[in-house]
């Protein structure tokens, strides 16, 4: 497991609260709104930072994050400026995890060696790679994890028993428990659902279990928090980095703030919920 996410879980568990993970896709509306969204978010309670590696066809995610990618892509985002991006928030924060979610596809074409140099460098802590199902270990998870970066598996509603010790081999960091049968922002998470859920997956590993896909509000993240080491919240905040740009797609002012407003509510959510 990596320096950073261990450490991070393990203040977490001191703490005896769990964890905001934010998601943002990078590249979104621009690089530079990105950078500055991203740079803030710890300053707003954000304990992991989520990143998207733009691309066109994200099966695992619902409209929202689509347009995110769509937007990144269209603004130039390809994977190695979201590397670059990565780079610029560790000139300035060396503590917060950076974990990268997306697809193989834009990896494949880098090339795998070049990207998991390129990311150990810049300051990634982990992936997740969302088409890449546990038989293609040897493709990409062991070098990358050879390499430092640790490997986030999803599970999900549909993770049996017979399927979760495969879903479970060679996963680090934490395992990603997504909450809904769905696509990303589809549907709300039932909390006494994900606590069932989050206690069999922990009856299988020692791993930290973060829960996302579908939560939006300070209240949602709240009662997941109650039961998983981390609350995941994503498709909420691409939604307002949309509903903050101008006709032309620019960024309006206050588009910043207006987003960090909501993570600090969210983190509130979190931190209070076991209160």
């Known amino acids: ?21 934010t998601y943002l896709c990078a590249g979104d509306p621009d690089p530079e709104t990105s950078l500055a969204l991203i740079r803030g978010l710890p300053g707003c309670g954000v304990d992991l930072i989520e990143i998207g590696m733009p691309f066109s066809d994200p099966m695992a995610d619902g409209p929202a994050i689509q ?14 400026k979201v590397l670059d991006l990565v780079r610029r928030f560790r000139e300035e924060d060396q503590a917060t995890p950076v974990i990268l979610m ?4 834009p990896v494949h074409q880098m ?13 990634v802590d982990g992936l997740i790679m969302v088409d890449l199902p546990p038989e293609e270990d040897e493709e990409f998870c062991l070098p990358a994890k050879a390499a430092g970066l640790d490997f986030i598996r999803l ?3 549909t993770t049996d028993a017979k399927r979760l010790p495969v879903v479970l081999n060679n ?8 909450s809904i049968t769905g696509i990303t922002g589809s549907a709300a998470p039932v909390a006494d659902q994900v606590g069932e859920a989050v206690r069999r997956i922990k009856s299988s590993t020692t791993l930290p279990v973060a829960v996302g896909f579908g939560i939006r509000t300070p209240e949602q993240a709240a009662a997941i928090a109650r039961h998983a080491d981390a609350a995941v919240v994503g498709s909420a905040l691409v939604d307002l980095v949309a509903s903050n740009l101008d006709e032309a797609g620019k960024a309006r002012p206050g588009l910043v703030e207006t987003v960090h407003s909501l993570v600090r509510d969210l983190a509130a959510g979190v931190r209070g919920a076991r209160a």
């Not at 997306?102 to 596809?105: A, H, L, R, S, V």
């Not at 090339?111 to 300051?123: L, M, N, W, Y």
């Open 1 to 21: 497991m990596s320096d950073r996410i261990r450490e991070r879980f393990a203040a977490l568990a001191a703490e005896g609260r769990a964890g905001l993970v």
């Open 67 to 80: 347009a995110g990618n769509l937007r990144a892509i269209a603004g130039g985002m390809k994977l190695a």
């Open 102 to 105: 997306g697809y193989y596809n």
């Open 111 to 123: 090339g795998k060696e070049r990207f998991i140099q390129s990311a150990v460098e810049a300051g």
């Open 155 to 157: 599970a999900t509603p």
């Open 171 to 178: 996963a680090s960091g934490f395992i990603y428990y997504v």
